[in-house]
């Protein structure tokens, strides 16, 4: 059970149970004065009056809003996020659907590491066979990051006004009331822990803008079934991700369109699942393969952020405050390491305001983090959490790496084509964007209660 991030394994809790005997899922119990008799047949059947028991399923909505355990059982991601369904669905629903992609940064670098080919060849030869295979759109994640941080300098600068900074063009739209220091949401690993274990004191400080895969997942659909003049629900999207939480992320209720009943993002697949089925393709033509753009007509760049293998959220954001407030000139950030190489800070000033943000990476700096701001001892204003140590580079669902050496390489992959440069792309409805989160309840029923 190690394709999950460390936040998600490491707890005292009773995790990555299957669903059997000691998984639980309460139903309602409707009273009748009627007495029945229940009988158990040869064959394992059972029968109530001699009408058989409806068995009860659990669905990865259940293992969610569960709090039996901290992660769902990987047993009922495989049934509901798996290449096996993905297949199922090219066959079923080929003719009526219309199957598009999005891929991070993050699984391209691993994968290219694999190939032994560079960042820009590797998109292109992934871009060329997701078009053979019948996609008729491929998508970077960084077109969501772009947004993401882009609308996460708005919330930070609106969080921010008690040190008396100027007045800007931000959206004061995106006050999300959130307190700081103000914590990256991008990882669901994280989340997923925060809001089974934790509560309003941590919860609070938990950023509201989506993750890059749920902005593209608002994004992807809606722009696709106008330009194919097809309805909403007959567009599929794939979503190929570093880690298996993103799993969980996707299937997350707040995530599905309530006006046309179906999820944003269809199905996540690991780096690994990806590689299986794309990554040793033959594929010709795979000059000129370049990027759709959910937002523009052009081509999207083959490029990944600035700022580290997880998304950079911290420097990205920072630029966009650093642009907001007028400031001119690169903007230079010296990250230094504390206790260990997966904690690191750096105090930026921007046009004499300070700016202390950090880095934390892995379940052991996310629990200091949480233990600072619960005992109000975090001065940071922004803090990029990620559960994977390392980052997002080294998760879970990626290739797995014969030695530590490798991650490196991989690394190497992802920030040949960084770049620092900003995009003024805001849409129109930054609310579109927003989440929210909330702590889950805690079970008393005595059916949970293990002897």
Not at 185 to 202: H, L, N
């Amino acid at each position: 059970m190690n394709n999950f991030s460390g936040a998600l394994r490491l707890t005292d809790l009773n995790d990555f149970i299957g669903p059997s005997q000691e998984c639980i899922k309460p139903v309602p119990v409707t009273k009748s004065k009627k007495r029945g008799v229940v009988k158990l047949h040869d064959d394992g059947a059972l029968t109530q009056n001699s009408l058989p028991l409806q068995k009860e399923t659990i669905s990865l909505t259940d293992c969610l809003a569960c709090s039996g355990c901290v992660t769902s059982a990987e047993t009922v991601l495989i049934e509901s996020q798996s290449i096996g369904t993905l297949q199922r669905a090219r066959v079923e629903t080929h003719k009526s659907h219309v199957f598009v992609a999005t891929l991070s940064p993050q699984s391209i670098s691993s994968i290219a590491h694999k190939l032994r080919m560079g960042y820009v060849e590797t998109c292109q030869k992934l871009i060329a066979a997701l078009k053979c295979d019948g996609y008729k759109y491929v998508f970077s994640s960084v077109e969501g990051s772009e947004l993401c941080h882009q609308l996460s300098a708005e919330e930070l600068l609106n969080c921010s006004r008690e040190k008396n900074l100027p007045d800007t063009n931000s959206d004061k739209s995106v006050n999300t009331s959130v307190k700081k220091p103000v914590l990256a949401s991008a990882c669901p690993g994280w989340i997923c822990y925060a809001e089974k274990t934790q509560g309003a004191a941590v919860l609070d400080h938990i950023s509201r803008i989506r993750s890059p895969q749920s902005i593209m997942g608002a994004l992807v659909k809606s722009v696709v079934s106008q330009r194919e003049s097809v309805p909403y629900s007959q567009v599929y999207h794939v979503s190929v991700m570093p880690c298996y939480d993103k799993k969980l992320e996707a299937s997350r209720a707040d995530f599905v369109s309530k006006e046309h009943d179906c999820a944003e993002t269809d199905l996540v697949l690991s780096t690994a699942e990806a590689f299986d089925l794309w990554g040793n393709n033959s594929t010709d033509m795979m000059e000129g393969r370049s990027f759709d753009s959910v937002l523009t007509d052009s081509p999207f760049p083959y490029e990944t952020p600035v700022g580290g293998g997880s998304g950079g959220f911290a420097e990205r954001i920072l630029h966009h405050v650093a642009r907001s407030l007028g400031a001119s000139g690169p903007l230079e950030m010296n990250f230094k390491q504390l206790r260990n190489k997966d904690l690191l800070e750096a105090v930026v000033v921007i046009n004499g305001t300070e700016f202390r943000v950090a880095k934390a990476y892995g379940f052991r700096n996310i629990q200091n983090i949480i233990q600072k701001i619960k005992h109000k001892r975090c001065n940071y204003d922004y803090i990029e959490l990620m559960a994977c140590p390392a980052g997002c580079l080294n998760g879970g669902g990626q290739i797995k790496l014969e030695d530590s050496g490798e991650l490196s390489e991989v690394t190497a992959v992802y920030t040949s084509v960084s770049t620092d440069e900003i995009k003024n792309s805001k849409p129109l409805l930054p609310d579109l964007f927003l989440t929210s989160y909330k702590a889950v309840e805690k079970s008393t029923s005595a059916l949970n209660t293990q002897w």
